[in-house]
């Protein structure tokens, strides 16, 4: 029998925060949205909203003492995943809640020297290995992918050899092509394997190695119906604990612009673009064409903007620089980001969606048409729904219709509040301590290694 736990993008009400009673599993909500300019609309779309309501019962709840079962010193943690912040910073966010419950636990993490993991797993203080890559080219019937088998068995090999060193006691997936490797070394060596998956459609990676794991834990529950539900959880997707302090306001603007002297007067407007760890060319060209004369006409606007790796290089030389504008490939403070923010202009990753529910910004959405079963799209409709996020299609973006939707958020206090309001209610941030604990009642009842 699966767990069931509220969807990452479920409203639920406040005074009901435990319901014996599960809801049917997909909710068709058919939307008729106009852009800015009137002139587009998405018409006739039916993405399916997937509603989950908490169920706590003595077969669902997570042991609360696990750590007593082993000495905490002994318990060795590996995790896996990477190619992008998205299955990225899901595992840093459980590894940083086994890290509150076990602090001298042994935490390694897998990944490719390529990936944005050789950086940002290090930079949260988390030791890092890096195995071949053996990345699966599209299409699949590419040239690229003759010499996949070997490229895999190499990294197999390699991630056997470590964890045949490190012997840990789990390895935590949370999906892309570097987990493939891991997850197939981890199965023939005999370890336990717990597996994150942040989208209602699953990764390759994930899918395959789901007959291994032990437990299977899910942002939503349509995503079900993928994997063996006996062994499912469905608790939402993890947020870092650093996202869930909140930051005070004024000083995560003065990190970011420490010599503007009004940084925190309230009449400051800031807005944070993102267009996801590896950049999105369209948003940084609809920002490079109405940044300048925003900053101009509103002297108390600031513009935060992450570029990606890809698209720095060129907005760095396209763009003259100004001191209300920060221009960055990528944010390592993404707590302060979220925290200097009154509005959050991004891509519709289920990640990026899961942050801005749990920091409680208005946002306006561009979800990107490029991903698998068009999810952006569906996260991006759910989000409008639950958090009143506004969407622009990729059709729709240009200069004018962005800098127009942006300043009917800003200009509007009572909208501003409401969206907040609406995202805070929305967010579950305890996802990261239930996947924690469910991880440690698996180490609890597995030999010592």
């Keep these: 029998m699966a767990t069931v736990r509220p969807s990452s993008f479920v409203f639920v009400p406040s005074q009901q925060s435990r319901c014996s009673t599960v809801f049917p599993p997909t909710i068709c909500r058919r939307f008729h949205r106009h852009s800015p300019a009137g ?51 899901p595992a840093i966010a459980i590894a940083d809640e086994l890290r509150n419950l076990c602090p001298n636990a042994k935490f390694l993490y ?27 080219s599209r299409p ?3 040239p690229q992918n003759l010499l996949l088998p ?32 891991v997850y197939i070394a981890a199965a023939l060596s005999g370890t336990s394997i717990g597996i994150q998956e942040q989208n209602a459609f699953p990764g390759i990676s994930n899918k395959i ?10 942002a939503f529950r349509a995503c079900l119906k993928y994997f063996p539900s006996e062994k499912c959880s469905v608790y939402g997707n993890p947020v870092r604990l650093s996202l869930r302090c909140h930051a005070s306001k004024p000083a995560a603007r003065a990190h970011f612009f420490p010599n503007a002297m009004n940084i925190g007067d309230d009449e400051i407007q800031l807005v944070l673009v993102l267009g996801g760890s590896q950049g ?14 925003m900053l101009l006409k509103h002297k108390n606007r600031y513009i935060i903007w992450q570029t990606g790796k890809g698209g720095f290089s060129e907005m760095e030389k396209l763009i003259k620089k100004h001191p209300r504008l920060l221009l960055t490939p990528f944010l390592q403070a993404m707590d302060l980001a979220y925290a200097a923010a009154d509005v959050v202009v991004s891509r519709a990753g289920a990640m990026t969606c899961t942050e801005i529910l749990t ?29 009143g996020s506004k ?31 609406k995202a805070l209610k929305s967010a579950l941030p305890n996802a990261a301590i239930d996947i924690a604990e469910s991880i440690l009642s698996l180490v609890s009842v597995s030999a010592p290694k």
Excluded at 51 to 79: H, K, L, W
Excluded at 150 to 178: M, N, S
Aim: glycine residues 6%; charged residues 15%.
């Design 39 to 89: 002139s587009r609309s998405i018409r006739n779309f039916s993405p399916y909203c997937c509603i989950a309501v908490s169920r706590r019962d003595q077969d669902a709840s997570p042991p609360s003492s696990t750590v007593s079962c082993i000495d905490s010193s002994s318990i060795r943690f590996a995790f896996t995943g990477g190619g992008s912040g998205g299955h990225i910073y």
């Design 391 to 421: 969407i622009l299609t990729e059709d729709e973006l240009h200069s004018s219709s962005l800098a127009t939707t942006i300043d009917e958020v800003l200009g509007d206090e009572n909208l501003m509040a409401e969206m907040s309001q």
């Design 140 to 142: 699949i019937l590419s």
């Design 359 to 387: 920091t409680g910004k208005p946002s306006i959405l561009i979800p990107s048409p490029f991903v698998a079963e068009d999810h952006q799209t569906n996260n991006a409709c759910i989000m409008s729904d639950i958090a």
């Design 150 to 181: 070997y490229h895999l068995l190499h990294a197999i090999a390699a991630a056997w050899k470590i964890l045949h060193r490190f012997q840990p006691h789990i390895v935590i997936g949370t999906g892309g092509y570097v987990a493939a490797p």
């Design 209 to 218: 190695a789901s007959p291994f794991a032990k437990k299977v834990f899910l």
């Design 280 to 293: 999105a060319s369209t948003i940084n060209v609809a920002v490079l064409n109405t940044c300048c004369d």
């Design 110 to 136: 897998i990944g490719t020297s390529e990936g944005l993991e050789s950086k940002a797993v290090p930079s949260a203080g988390y030791d890092f290995t890096a195995i071949p890559a053996s990345r699966l």
